[in-house]
T-cell receptor
Framework: GENVEQHPSTLSVQEGDSAVIKCTYS??????FPWYKQELGKRPQLIID?????GEKKDQRIAVTLNKTAKHFSLHITETQPEDSAVYFC????????????FGKGMKLTVNP | NAGVTQTPKFQVLKTGQSMTLQCAQDMNHEYMSWYRQDPGMGLRLIHY???????DQGEVPNGYNVSRSTTEDFPLRLLSAAPSQTSVYFC????????????FGDGTRLSIL
């Protein structure tokens, strides 16, 4: 089955700096790679996702890159702001993208003003 | 649309009691799933359903039952609650399968004494 590992587990940056979160996955058949943001006490919410036929995707200050050969994908946040402080989860589906979505353990990002 | 609605938001049970966590969605999504979230463990899949009448096990199914009699509802049952089931439970839905954006409910915080 799929194994998703996320690094680092915590990250603290100054406002305006960039942050990068990396995830590795084990199932070479996985074809969909989402990132979720969870603020304290709230539900996880999708912030960006990428499919295996694309190498990079951007949405304003956030971007996701995918390296299928190395089986890793990364979330990049530029010009960080205090409201970016949250826990970020990556995920990948098992069995070629069918029925089970496996999440990483999450990374707590703190943006200091 | 209300999205994904979970009830109750909080519950305290005694060991051995049973209860049902409710989940309903009004987006006509085929795929629904239940996760539990424990500190440092990310989101772990309990059970999922790819459509009415079809359910299957996730990573941590022991101690939980589910059913899917309608497209809208996907209740999670604890038959005999144990302290190890103390957790935050999230229900999620998506248009189809796991390789689509997941819409999460607000969660149920469950404590087993």
């Amino acid at each position: 089955g799929e194994n998703v590992e996320q690094h680092p587990s915590t990250l603290s940056v100054q406002e305006g700096d960039s942050a990068v979160i990396k995830c590795t996955y084990s199932d070479s058949a996985s074809n969909y790679f989402p990132w979720y943001k969870q603020e304290l006490g709230k539900r996880p919410q999708l912030i960006i996702d990428i499919r295996s036929n694309v190498g990079e995707k951007k949405d304003q200050r956030i971007a996701v890159t995918l390296n299928k050969t190395a089986k890793h994908f990364s979330l990049h946040i530029t010009e960080t702001q205090p409201e970016d402080s949250a826990v970020y989860f990556c995920a990948a589906p098992t069995q070629g993208g069918s029925e089970k979505l496996v999440f990483g353990k999450g990374m707590k990002l703190t943006v200091n003003p | 649309n209300a999205g994904v609605t979970q009830t109750p938001k909080f519950q305290v049970l005694k060991t051995g009691q049973s209860m049902t966590l409710q989940c309903a969605q009004d987006m006509n999504h085929e795929y629904m799933s239940w996760y539990r979230q424990d500190p440092g463990m990310g989101l772990r899949l309990i059970h999922y359903s790819v459509g009415a009448g079809i359910t299957d096990q996730g990573e941590v199914p022991n101690g939980y039952n589910v059913s899917r009699s309608t497209t809208e509802d996907f209740p999670l049952r604890l038959l005999s609650a144990a302290p190890s089931q103390t957790s935050v439970y999230f229900c999620a839905s998506s248009y189809s399968l796991s390789n689509q954006p997941q819409h999460f409910g607000d969660g149920t915080r469950l404590s087993i004494l």
